[in-house]
């Protein structure tokens, strides 16, 4: 899957990365439609972030679908 990376101050990269596997019972994997990208993010793209540490994989504002529920989810469907 792809994600976007600030490599560093203004260095921004598409790089693939693994699909993430659900992890535990009480879980759920959300396949990510869209994402936005909030003020904090542009920060740390343009590097006036003081506490962020680069790589870091932005968009954290996110709209998507319910990919898969774990055993014990009873709200939330496939």
């Known amino acids: 899957m792809k994600a976007v990376r600030i ?11 693994e699909k993430p596997v659900l992890s535990g019972k009480n879980n759920v994997l ?12 542009v920060s740390i793209y343009q590097g006036t972030n003081a506490i962020v540490t680069y790589p870091r994989i932005i968009g954290h504002e ?3 679908v319910v990919d898969k529920v774990g055993t014990d989810v009873l709200r939330l469907k496939e």
């Open 30 to 41: 959300v396949r990510m439609t869209s994402a936005g990208i909030c003020g904090s993010d």
């Open 62 to 64: 996110m709209v998507g």
């Open 7 to 17: 490599a560093g101050p203004r260095h921004l990269e598409i790089i693939d990365v």
